[in-house]
């Protein structure tokens, strides 16, 4: 078996996880179906790494009782300015509760939970490929890269032009984005393995990091083993404690030769690329 | 100061909280101070290596869960080169949770377990039984004993039989595990229960049918526990809903010695340590000095009672 991701260095581990109250700042649409929260957190919380993920304690909202937490990855957590966000879909019962917080409102959440991405200091420069809300849990990718002097090759998969969110946020950090969409054909898997081919030809893709499309992920697994370029991918389960307590979140994983059950949020939610099944 | 220290038989606890199995975990030890806990259970093992149910495992329902995990389990040879070596590190009494598909597996994994560092067994009786029709050990007073008496027979420790609330007749087990050897109850697993998505029409448990807990069974659970205390004489361990330190209260008074906290945990890591300083804040205010005074002191003789405050 592979030594697990968080074994590299560039990117550790945040502090120990705690139960914390947080400060909602602000909690704005950003297009018709996604919100984008900020919380001011406690030092802990703000020390959170990319690909981590904080379990949200949902407040009772329009008559809705959302009775688990939810888990939501950071979409960028700033130990200077003492804050936390996350881009979300308001599409279920947790999410309308989340999107009825107003500023000032108080938000208990745990964490920092889970292992998140890492980066090879051997790297010169990654290929992030997301789509939807994936993005959200790649945009702290992108910019510790960037800290780290490794380069960021984004290509987004959206729906339309209106479906796209965060160009600006990458391109802040020095990404170069590649927007590809359903709308116009561009977001094709043929289209999308050329455009990555051409990436790696020009020395530009030393791994490929994705999250939020199962057909992507298959597309970066059959390129990863085909061009040897290693790869990690933040998955996504319905979770209950988030502790690794419950074996609610499982999904299969390839280990060797055996398909084994793993828990997303206690031995991910970033995982390698050819461990994981779509 | 009120003395909180409970006795499960032999067994003495320094307070009556502890998490209920398969709500527990290492995790759980980085956020919370697991020390104060009365003991600690561990997720149930097997000696079969298992893999445990298909996905979802998990449906949230209003003021509860319904849960099909299926008992995944790395085997006894992971729990004692790993899991035990790693709660060596704590003074808390570790209990251990077992189970097995026959009454001989049963005998064996809980001689397997009873080395030191283990406080007590845990039998998770609820899990279907191979020998019979895959009716669960617990579902009858006659299969309740015969794998009590046979786990009685290869533990030296103190043996906890959990019982399943999916029966008619709670006393009637809980009254055949007794006389085949069982210290202690613990009452209950969870409701066998179902929920279906209406839109897909499709069942939100990949296993169709669940364990249901949380909030919502506690009443049914305090009534098989207050059931169970008047019909044995060893202590009756309470455990479905609570989530509070009023309701631990309410289930000491119905019979319980000690209560297991599950479910919310996962909402609210701390819920223990919450449920325990309450506990010891309510009975500080109503003079109460050892919180033991409180197990079956519901007073239920002479029935006149005012109607609710609301």
Sequence with gaps: ?278 | MTDMSVSVGALRLANPIMPASGTFAEGLAEVIDIERLGAVVIKTITTELRAGNPVPRVAEVRSGMLNSIGIPSKGVPYFLERTLPYYRRFAVPLVVSVSAPTVAGFASIAKAVSVPGVAAIEANISCPNLEEDGRAFAMEPRSAATVTAALREATPLPLWVKLTPNVGDIAAVARAAENAGADALVVANTVLAMAIDIDTRRPRLGSIMGGLSGPVIKPIVVRMTYQCAKAVKIPVIGCGGIASAEDAIEYMLAGAAAVQVGTATFVQPSAMLAILDGMEAWCARKGIHRVADLIGAIRDTDLELAPAQY
């Excluded at chain 1, 509760?97 to 990654?126: D, Y």
């Excluded at chain 1, 490794?150 to 965060?166: L, T």
């Excluded at chain 1, 081919?197 to 020009?202: F, P, S």
């Excluded at chain 1, 298959?218 to 990690?232: D, F, I, K, Y």
């Design chain 1, 1 to 278: 078996m592979k030594p697990p991701p968080e074994s590299s260095v560039v990117v550790p581990d945040s502090a120990q996880p705690a139960d914390l109250l947080s400060r909602v700042i602000s909690n704005d649409w950003v297009n018709a179906r996604y919100k984008h929260l900020v919380v001011a957190a406690p030092p802990q919380a703000a020390q959170a790494r990319p690909g981590q993920f904080f379990h949200l304690l949902c407040p009772d909202a329009g008559g809705e009782h959302p009775f688990f937490r939810r888990p939501m990855s950071c979409y960028g957590a700033s130990p200077r300015q003492g804050t936390v966000e996350f881009l979300y879909k308001v599409a279920g019962t947790g999410t309308r509760s989340l999107a009825s917080l107003v500023p000032g409102a108080t938000l208990p959440m745990l964490g920092p939970l889970g292992h998140g991405f890492s980066l090879e200091p051997a790297w010169r420069t990654i290929v992030v490929v997301g789509r939807g809300v994936g993005l959200a849990t790649l945009a702290p990718l992108a910019e510790a890269a960037a800290a780290a002097g490794i380069a960021v090759q984004a290509v987004f998969s959206a729906r339309d032009r209106d479906s796209v969110m965060s160009v600006e946020r990458f391109e802040a950090s020095g990404a170069r984005v590649t927007v590809v969409l359903d709308s116009d054909g561009s977001s094709d898997p043929a289209k999308v393995e050329a455009l990555l081919r051409r990436l790696h030809v020009q020395g530009m893709a030393d791994a490929f990091f994705t999250c939020g499309s199962t057909r992507l992920l298959v597309l970066l697994q059959r390129l990863g083993r085909e061009l040897g370029v290693p790869g990690q991918v933040a998955l996504e389960q319905q979770m209950a404690c988030g502790l690794g307590m419950c074996f609610c979140c499982v999904r299969p994983f390839r280990e060797d030769d055996e398909v084994v059950n793993r828990r997303v949020c206690w031995d991910g939610p970033v995982f390698d690329i050819q461990e994981a099944m779509p």
